[in-house]
């Protein structure tokens, strides 16, 4: 079903698990993440950034989700991932968005909350869940097979910082840098479990969300979401394994070209990481 986040996160908060929040931007890959949610018994969050939404348009990129969503038998969120403005809220809210991001990192602190806040304002009164972003996040999803970078310091959220922004803002989540990039980077680990807890120190109320988490090994991933965060984003990890099955497509004989051969492994593929991830974030059989 189709659901709103509230009472998923606030289960995931008192339990210690996190929902995995995938990222779509057609059908395949939208019907993948349903299916291994259902098969894992797992509430999921499908995301679409403003970058596939350019590319499926709104309305038909958000039937496709919320169709699959209404059949589904687990809880399905439909989430914009790292919106930009209140233009593109407003328009995602309209066609049925149940949870939004507003991405204003970029921005220094006092305009983060100041557009932060007329999102909330705007969203909460449509019963709409609210993510808001306070340092900022480095890379690009897609990226892959890069070294991974020490993160600079200047770009991880400030724990002196996040009681105020919560407050201002009325967020109801908070994504957090603390050390991950964007995209899969060879060497990459997480590794500021102290960062993570002084910031659930200062906001022990609020759900953290966890950016950038492919390449971030299983360990340390079941490790983080014990704490309170409680969604993790992952994109470039469903596009490797979607890439690497149509790859293998081309690799092998065949007579006949059809769509279908090509993308229905590509599918499948991405089945087998969203169900490993729902596992590794503790969220399978927590939708029942
Ligand atoms: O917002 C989306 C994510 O943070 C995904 O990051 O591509 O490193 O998995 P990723
Ligand atoms: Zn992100």
Redesign the pocket.
Known sequence: MLTAPHDLFARALNMGYAIGAF?TSNLEVTQAIIWAAQKSRAPVIV?T?EGAIEYGGLHQLSQIIVSLAKESSVPVVLHL??GKSLEIIKDCIEVGYTSVMIDASRLPLLENIAITKEVVDYAHSRQVWVEAELGA?L?A??QKELRGEPVPVEVLTKPAEVGRFVEETGVDALAVSVG?????FTGQEFSSFELVAQLVQAVPEVPLVL?????ISDEHLARVVETNVCKV?????LRIAFEAAVRAYFDTEHDKLDPRKILGPAREAVQVVVEKKNKVFGASGKAD
């Not at 991950?180 to 899969?184: K, L, P, S, W």
């Not at 950016?211 to 390449?215: D, E, I, K, V, Y």
């Open positions: 990222n995301q950034s991932d790292h996040m890379g999803e897609g991950t990039i964007h995209g899969a950016h950038g988490a492919s390449g984003n992952v994109d470039t990890e």
